[in-house]
């Protein structure tokens, strides 16, 4: 779990180190999805990725939203704070690209 005393520069590295977390925020710039569709984005363990999902969360990175359906389901979405993660998202993704040529 992430210690709230941190900056939240600090806090976001940190949890950017974490499997998954790439994933999840660049996917969730295309729009809301649901945690089975994030799941195999990841390739993440359930509890993991539920782990992941909470700290974003705590980071106001990201945004639940539970309907109250049969059967339930619950939407994740990027906030607008996350949003503001755009830029950085897309340059580490380029150089990503850039770097597995």
Do not use: C
């Not at 925020?25 to 990725?49: A, D, E, K, Y």
């Amino acid at each position: 779990m992430l210690k709230s005393a941190e900056r939240p520069v600090e806090q976001l590295l940190e949890l950017m180190g974490h499997k998954g977390v790439f994933t999840i925020l660049r996917s969730l710039q295309n729009g809301p999805l649901r945690f089975g569709v994030l799941q195999q984005l990841t390739n993440l363990p359930p509890r993991t990725l539920s782990l992941r999902l909470k700290e974003l969360e705590e980071l106001r990175l990201i945004s639940r939203t539970e309907y109250n359906e049969v059967p339930p389901r619950v939407d994740y979405a990027l906030t607008e704070r996350g949003r503001g993660l755009e830029p950085a998202l897309e340059a580490l993704a380029a150089w990503e690209e850039k770097s597995l040529r």
